[in-house]
């Protein structure tokens, strides 16, 4: 699998409640602190950010838009 870069779009894999967020909302990679660590800015349908959180790699799932297999 491709290792995420900044700006990628990914998927929650779990919820967190405290941070009012659910398993398969989507954000956008807005910091990357190692290989294996992230800021994820998660949005409404509006543009306002609801979170911006610190979250692994394990919690995330990078989505793709094209098929690698072209």
């Known amino acids: 699998m491709e290792k995420i ?3 990628d779009t990914v998927a929650l894999l779990k919820n967190i409640p405290e941070e009012k967020l659910t398993k398969g909302q989507v954000g956008t990679i807005v910091d990357i602190f190692d290989t294996q660590h992230f800021e994820v800015e ?11 959180i610190a979250l692994s790699s394990k919690e ?4 793709v838009h094209e098929s690698i297999y072209a």
Request: avoid cysteine; aromatic fraction near 6%.
């Open 5 to 7: 870069q900044l700006l």
């Open 42 to 52: 998660f949005a409404d349908k509006n543009g306002q950010t609801i979170a911006l």
């Open 60 to 63: 995330l799932l990078k989505l």
